[in-house]
């Protein structure tokens, strides 16, 4: 089971000449072979056969090296493509230890060749040298493989499902394409490896002891190799003649063949050709094999040497078929040959392992073309991964780029909070009018309004003080129809009013007139607690007559249209704010709120002497800083790519909200839809091939990333929820590069969301002139809660850029739900003491 660094068969799109060096099998050949793919998918090859003279088999190592180069040589003067320094695939046929596509160990010479100081070498750099010390010519060799990948590969050019190659010649191997992950000689678990299975070595350990007969102990102990390649020895060419002969000598020797002659030829090792059973079990002519060995056969002796054939050949296929079919279990559960013998080979193997559909091609030429295949699969998966690259770099943040981020909303925040700049400044830093988090002796029942999520709610919140503190919570989802958010103000209002008032009879409720807290995730001007002017709508929303407005004043007037039911409007709250409220009724702590849903924010207890928007310098207010803005003016503009501005034309605000559309829940599939559609159009992915599915916007949900993130998840699963996105003509490669795709944004999502943490808890340590600051952040969003990820790269952003804070993440619990009744709840405790 050694690993050749060969990780992927073709897909049709290799084009270009290569050269391939074919040393190890019955001649030794130069090849240039043409592949153009793209439609027209035809293979070229020119060749031409060396001879190695025995002297230079048997020389040194550097006299052969020298003579292959020779060789070459003279093949690339001959085409007259001496200058061109074309790749070149060296197909080398004896045991190896691969370390590298391009670097391979001799472990041992055989067949025949014994060239000195070689084993032990990589065959590589002995050719590289014997080249480079001409200096009349230059190649890139980019791969060195064994003939049985090399089979693979050149069926795999013409049927993208081959993924196995089988040898049954002189000798017998196989290869197949392994999953990394069971590969432990290799580092990494993405993708696949092909395995050369050198299988010809089964039976080494003594397992095959109980099959072998007394003839296959003759043909091991009259070997040059007695004790090795025993599985080999049942099956390959080498010896299934030899097999047939030593049975019929025993049979003749015992009297039941022949009357009990022998003739010379008859006891000569080797003059039974392992052809001579194909002729005889296809019905030729037996008697004149026989007569050939000198034999004078009867009839039955005819009958009986045939019968000898079947038998012995049956074995080595059904042999092989086992074998192979052990193969296939293998693949399936991660997911060519004679004629007679390949038509029992297919039998066997259906009967073995009939869930499998397999069919076989023979392979033509695998040692030469497919050396040549391998160099151009190299080839072009070198081109294209670099392709690749480049674009996901421009995805890639350094450090230095986090910590201008950093320094840049640092900048931005106190922009905001002061008088003179907060009308230019996009990060907004409005003051909440909440002063103080939750004490315990809250109590009573709270109504609440959740608008500005996935879902629009309603909720009853009872909160208890003393012994007996909890929140308990009752809450109904509703529906905001589209045309809604997209209609008048009036209308949107008058939905929500309607909603209210059957979750109040809903709860029995009906007729009592509670305190109700108003979650209303928009940016929003706020003078006092219970009011909030809509900056501007986001995450969708559009209705009319809105912006420029209050909110809870146009609720109060929807209400009073109705006629139905009073409320009394105690406080507008934004989502941050809730989150923080609820995380910090637990831990006092907990003075920042965060919120990595639909779309980001984040809120903290700010010094009221830096929150110049609102008189008074005493104690502390919490700022819901709407930092989704921030990037507005251009601040990150050197980091965006043209993903995110293709992101940012198709949203319904074109040029705001410019982090949150690199951040939130909202955009990161938008985005990875993007990149993989510019990636189809380059031909990087899914062959090129663009669908109608990935052209249309929204289908790639952020919650497939958490999905084909999650490190639970085989590749195949991952391509599942590709085909289940109607992206069905993806291979195992497309898999890969579609979750680094997915990473690589979610990474810089939560990097970015990091960053800018880091300037909040920084400025909250500094307001304090603390050295060390040690705080609680609570969080909120399913981004940030189902991600595999997002979680573990933002604390180590945060400790990456601000290494003097103690940061602790908590996710809160329904902070626009919970969070708005217990700021109710502190605000009826304030208004009720005030009294
Ligand atoms: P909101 O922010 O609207 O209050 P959520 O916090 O539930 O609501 O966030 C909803 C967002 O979370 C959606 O935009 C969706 O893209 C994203 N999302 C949903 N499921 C997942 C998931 N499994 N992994 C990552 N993101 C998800
Ligand atoms: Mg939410």
Known sequence: MLPTF???????????????????????????????????????????????????????GTELFDHIAECLANFLEKLGIKDKKLPLGFTFSFPCLQTKLDESFLVSWTKGFKASGVEGRDVVGLLRKAIKKRGDFDIDIVAVI?????????????????????????????????????????????????????????????????????????????????????????ISGMYIGELVRLILVKMAKDGLLFQGHTT??????????????????????????????????????????????????????????????????????????????????????????????????RSEDGSGKGAAMVTAVAYRLA????????????????????????????????????????????????????RSTPDGTERGDFLALDLGGTNFRVLLVRVRSGK????????????????????????????????????VEYMGMKGASLPLGFTFSFPCHQTQLDQGILI???????????????????????????????????????DTVGTMMTCGYEDPQCEVGLIVGTGTNACYMEEMSNVELVD???????????????????????????????????????????????????????????VLLDFTAKGLLFRGKLSERLKTRGIFETKFLSQIESDRLALRQVRSILQHLGLTSSTCDDSILVKEVCSVVSKRAAQLCGAGLSAVVDKIRLNRGLEKLSITVGVDGTLYKLHPHFATIMRETLKDLAPNCEVTLVQSEDGSGKGAALITAVACRLRDAGK
Request: proline content about 2%; glycine content about 8%.
């Open 146 to 234: 064994n003939d049985t990948v090399g089979t693979m590969m050149t069926c795999g050019y013409d049927d993208h499902h081959c993924e196995i190659g089988l040898i049954v010649g002189t000798g017998t191997n196989a290869c197949y394409m392994e999953e990394m992950r069971h590969l432990e000689l290799v580092d990494g678990d993405e993708g696949r490896m092909c395995v050369n299975m050198e299988w010809g070595a089964f039976g080494d350990d003594g397992s095959l002891d109980d099959i072998r007969t007394e003839f296959d102990r003759e043909i091991d102990a009259g070997s040059l190799n007695p004790g090795k390649q025993l599985f080999e020895k049942m």
């Open 6 to 60: 060969v990780r992927s068969t073709p897909d049709g799109t290799e084009t270009g000449d290569f050269l391939a060096l074919d040393l190890g099998g019955t001649n030794f050949r130069v090849l240039l072979v043409r592949v153009s793919g793209n439609g027209k998918q035809k293979v070229e090859m020119e060749n031409q056969i060396y001879a190695i003279p025995e002297n230079i088999m048997r020389g040194s």
């Open 468 to 503: 007996r503190r909890s929140v308990e919570m009752h809450n109904k989802i509703y529906t905001i129809p589209q045309d809604i958010t997209q209609g008048t103000g009036e209308e949107l209002f008058d939905h929500i009013v309607h909603c209210i008032a059957d979750f």
């Open 383 to 434: 081109k294209q991964h670099a392709e690749r690259q480049r674009i996901l770099n421009t995805l890639r943040l350094n450090r230095d780029q986090l910590l201008e981020v950093k320094k840049r909303m640092e900048e931005e925040m106190n922009r905001g909070l002061a008088k003179k700049t907060h009308a230019t400044a996009t990060v907004k830093m409005l003051p909440t009018f909440v």
């Open 616 to 674: 008074g310098d005493e104690g502390r207010m919490c700022v819901n800083m709407e930092w989704g803005a921030f990037g507005d003016r251009g601040e990150l503009d050197d980091l965006c790519t043209e993903f995110d501005r293709a992101v940012d034309d198709q949203s319904t605000y074109p040029g705001k909200q410019r982090y949150e559309k690199m951040i939130s829940g909202m955009y990161l599939g938008e985005i990875v839809r993007n």
């Open 264 to 361: 010379p030829d008859l006891l000569t090792t080797g003059h039974f050709q392992t052809s001579f059973t194909e002729h005889i079990c296809g019905l030729a002519s037996a008697e004149q094999v026989l007569r050939e060995l000198g034999l004078d056969p009867s009839p039955e002796d005819c009958v009986a040497t045939q019968r000898v054939c079947q038998i012995v050949s049956t074995r080595a296929a059904h042999l092989c078929a086992a074998t192979l079919a052990a193969v296939l279990r293998q693949i399936r559960d991660n997911k060519a040959t004679e004629r007679l013998f390949a038509r029992r080979l297919n039998k066997m193997v259906r009967l073995l392992v009939p869930d499998c559909d397999v069919r076989f091609l």
């Open 536 to 574: 501007k709508w986001t995450k969708g929303f559009k209705a009319s007559g809105c912006e420029g407005e209050d909110v809870a004043t146009l609720l109060k007037d929807a209400i009073h249209r109705s006629e139905d039911f009073d409320l009394d409007v105690v406080a507008v709250v934004n």
